[in-house]
């Protein structure tokens, strides 16, 4: 199972100047992981600050612990800030986020719903849901999930490319080509939408187009998403090898 990070969202932080600042200040510092999770432990353990306080600590110590690739312990965060305060649809669909990269769809598709249902109107939430419709090979829903968070947001990149994606699951290649042809122009580091023209190109008869695709894809695709890249190789072995594309995504 090949999964992409989905985007998270940041919230608005809902706390007064604190007198723990400092604490704050670490809780939310940005690429120090260690640190942010040792802010965030004491506001979590300080019976002076309000519930919704500590839940957002638990929310940005479960970024923290996502960043680290503890998925787990970020799902037990968010689970624990759900509980203080269960009306924070952020935590739902990083929670879902994590679910999906540990291969729990199931959850994943729950929590993304119920993030949409806090939040009907968040682009964001509709795009996670519609990727991991598709990871599941539901491209009926999948679909309508990814044109709604277009609505919502033109120029958001991740819909663009999972629509692409699913696009691709449904035979339907010019369409394919043409949201992934957007998701590129708005991000030409993206490597994803790449991968998946290359996959409507090879199925259409174009593999020499499709093989530049996915050497792009290759060189920008993160060393982090192993499995992806794993694929992405395969399918240039496969077009090296004079292989017909395959039948399924």
């Not at 120090?32 to 040792?38: G, R, S, T």
């Not at 679910?99 to 598709?109: C, F, K, P, V």
């Not at 829903?141 to 696009?167: E, G, I, M, W």
Request: charged share 25%; with cysteine.
């Amino acid at each position: 199972m090949f999964i992409r990070v989905p985007v998270f969202a940041l919230v608005a932080l809902l706390f007064p100047a604190s007198v723990w600042a400092k604490d704050w200040d670490d809780c939310l510092a940005k690429g120090k992981p260690d640190l942010a999770i040792a802010g965030c432990t004491k506001i979590t353990k300080n019976a002076k600050e309000t519930p919704k306080n500590r839940a957002l600590a638990y929310y940005y110590r479960g970024l923290a612990q996502s960043d680290k690739g503890d998925y787990d312990a970020a799902i037990a965060d968010y689970s624990a800030g759900l509980k203080l305060n269960p009306g924070h649809p952020e935590s739902y669909n990083n929670r879902g986020a994590d679910y999906e990269r540990t291969g729990n769809n199931a959850r994943a598709l729950a929590d993304y719903s119920k993030a949409i249902q806090l939040k009907p109107d968040w682009a964001t939430a509709y795009s996670n849901r519609c990727w991991s419709y598709y990871l599941v090979g539901d491209f009926k829903h999948a679909l309508p999930d990814c044109t709604k968070a277009l609505t919502l947001n033109p120029k958001n990149s991740h819909a663009l490319d999972s629509r692409c994606a699913v696009y691709v699951g449904n035979k339907q290649y010019d369409l394919a080509i043409a949201d992934c042809n957007k998701a590129i122009a708005l991000d030409k580091n993206y490597g994803y939408p790449y991968f998946n023209r290359g996959d409507a190109l090879y199925r259409k008869g174009q593999a020499a187009k499709a093989l530049a695709d996915y050497k792009t894809a290759a060189r920008l695709i993160p060393p982090s998403n192993a499995d992806y890249r794993a694929k992405v190789q395969s399918r240039i072995a496969d077009i090296q090898a004079g292989k017909p594309a395959p039948s399924t995504p």
